[in-house]
């Protein structure tokens, strides 16, 4: 049987009434495929617990911390199914120790190894909707884990790729995927399709419509997903397989400037440079689970180099941890580390084609005296580190020089 | 290695500040043996996931229920080993489904058939105290299941005997099993000590302060149980497994005085008295998952009988549809249902070799003009059904009749 996977963010389930109008949508979309349902936690309802948690500890043990925070989307998933019992849909709650969704162990930032879809199938078979806790899954000893903020997104697409469903619908509070946030720049237009390959980059950028690991996923196992909302009607933005037409490709060089905020830049001055100093950096930090975006590493003077590299402010401390502890022993003058800095990208599969894009934004930039501190390219992205106080304005003058108002 | 169960009760852990107490009540009775903590939801969860549920569906699908309401004590589990590990008491908590405690698959009425004590005592073996969710279980499927109200009680004892542990300790928000209800006899005096089977009939009546059958797990499997507060100190009472020597005996021929008020009598007025007919009027309100409590099968007169029996009015709309439906084929005159009495039990083990309780507690009764219109003895109690409205002032006569304030 054709299947279908729905995902509800948070603000989608976020009332009674809104699982009720869920429940409504999902009566709907029975008609196109069979639905598998992911959900998040009420919204509000992640929160109110992580500050319970947070009144008995500072930091408290990873395990209960995911255990207690994982409750929050059993209780959408269970209100759910009633909801759709209620319209005369035949529904089942699961939980992911219910489905095996296997992780790594890694609480808070767990991987997807593996789902035991039996029990889905025999639900289908049975004319059950099942309603699947999104967020989280079990380690091989059945400890409860947590796929990190917005993993719900990977459990749907995770999902969608083993039941090999005909798409994955990513239903949230916005209609679709925009050029840039609206809220910066009020022109901002909506977008009907992406490449996945754009659409990886917006969101790893910050576009926050959807986890990156997500798209990733989908990426990775040929997932079409669509991203719409549960509040108006309307068709969302497709996030295709395949790359745009020609047509589409001279009418949109750049497909949206992302950007984000929080961010920490590590400088190491004066490191020596030899073979596997990147990895000896980077792995310690990499093996937390941290990301790691921009990395540069300057040509080396005198056999030293300065080496660069942005993480996310959340998670500054244990970076700053790692660099105190375990890597002590490294040979290096100094290090930097600035919070006050954001990222910008420009972001389009026409870009690879397409000569002097960089030069175009740099100088839309100085005309606007923003000054750039780092900039990494690839073939559908320039990434541009500038001073967080910045971040605005530069948006606001990519958006208006490559004309994604029109 | 020696344990002790520790239950603690919704009031226990209502809030953060409950919580850290509970958490050095456990630190403290570590250095008696190694504590294996089971808890209930906060005070008020509960109540407000089943407005949730009830808010979606009048008669919400029960497997849903039961996997919305379990979450509950899944969050006060996880808030309790935080607590314990803050203050450097390792700790880690357990869902029913990671201990495999395994049910029946009766909904929200399930019992326990078996407990998988493999990692609770890999958690003993490495130091850290289980805090275990009350209340649930899992069936074979791996499906939620929840025990009925109070039924934490009988998971605590249920481990304590699988655990052969030294003792349960049911923290609560009471200091110990009293004569009567304090509330309507002011003069009631707190136990130090019980015999199981003076607190099963004190429990089954409607003591409150335990579960019944939590009471009927512990009897059966001999563990001792402590039942006191977890907001004043005091060694509450202890529910003894021997029987009280002769000394004790002398002093105290009752123990106690019970009472439940919300009851639903029902008569089936000229049944038929062949064989199997009580079996064949209970067997399906059994079925349901229903407590009868006082039976009564008057002599045949004319080959015709009256049965009469008395269930919780909680049940009463469960039994009369039963009435209406599978007894539609019983053969007798009328069927009367009355909804406005209520119990009185006199209990004590010292009743078994005193005779004369009976017609003490009738002419007590008869004196202050309460009229009784069923009568049931066992061995160490008389149970009296009597209108609602004269409850109160039985409970007054009978405690004071039998000096139980001494």
């Known amino acids: 049987m054709k299947t279908i996977v729905l995902k509800f963010g948070g603000t989608s389930v976020g009332s009674i009434e809104r699982i009720s109008a869920v429940a409504k949508i999902i009566r709907e979309a029975k008609k196109e495929a069979f639905p598998i349902v992911v959900v998040s936690a009420m919204s509000g309802e992640t929160d109110r617990l992580i500050n319970l948690a947070n009144e008995i500890h500072e930091n408290p043990p990873k395990r209960e911390f995911d255990a207690l925070i994982s409750t929050g989307e059993k209780v959408s998933a269970a209100l759910l199914a009633m909801s759709l019992n209620k319209i005369d849909v035949p529904s089942k709650s699961y939980s992911a120790a219910q489905i095996s969704m296997r992780t790594t162990s890694q609480f808070s930032k767990a991987k997807i190894i593996n789902i035991d879809f039996t029990r889905i199938e025999e639900a289908i078979q049975n004319n059950f909707v099942p309603v699947i806790t999104g967020f989280q899954g079990i380690t091989d000893d ?40 609206p809220n910066v720049v009020p022109e901002a237009k909506k977008l009907d399709r992406i490449t996945m390959e754009e659409m990886l980059e917006l969101s790893g950028q910050g576009a926050k419509v959807m986890q990156v690991r997500a798209v990733e996923f989908a990426n990775k196992y040929k997932v079409p997903v669509r991203v719409l909302s549960s509040f108006t009607s309307g068709a ?59 990395i540069i590493q300057n040509i080396s003077n005198d056999g030293k180099t300065d080496f660069t590299f942005t993480v996310s402010s959340t998670d500054r401390k244990t970076v700053e941890a790692i660099c105190n502890d375990q890597l002590q022993d490294l040979d290096y ?74």
């Open 142 to 181: 059945g400890d409860v884990t947590t796929l990190g903020r917005g993993g719900s997104d990977t459990t749907a697409v995770a999902l969608a790729a083993a039941m090999k469903s005909l798409r994955c619908d990513i239903y949230t509070d916005v209609d679709g995927i925009y050029t840039t946030d």
């Open 236 to 294: 969302g933005t497709l996030i295709s397989l395949e790359e745009p037409d020609m047509d589409t490709m001279e009418k949109a060089v750049v497909s949206g400037i992302a950007f984000q905020k929080d961010q920490s830049k590590f400088t190491f001055q004066g490191v020596k440079d030899s073979p596997g100093i990147a990895s000896s950096i980077l792995g310690p930090i990499a093996a937390e689970g941290i990301e790691v975006d921009v």
């Open 333 to 406: 003058d100094n290090l930097l580390i600035d919070n006050n800095v954001g990222k910008v990208s420009i972001v389009g599969v026409g870009m690879r084609t397409h000569a002097g894009i960089a030069s175009r934004a740099f100088q839309a930039l100085a005309r606007a005296s923003i000054n750039i501190s780092m900039i990494s390219t690839s073939e559908i992205k320039i990434t541009l580190v500038i001073n967080v106080d910045d971040v605005n304005n530069a948006v606001q003058v990519l958006h208006s020089e490559f004309e994604l108002e029109k």
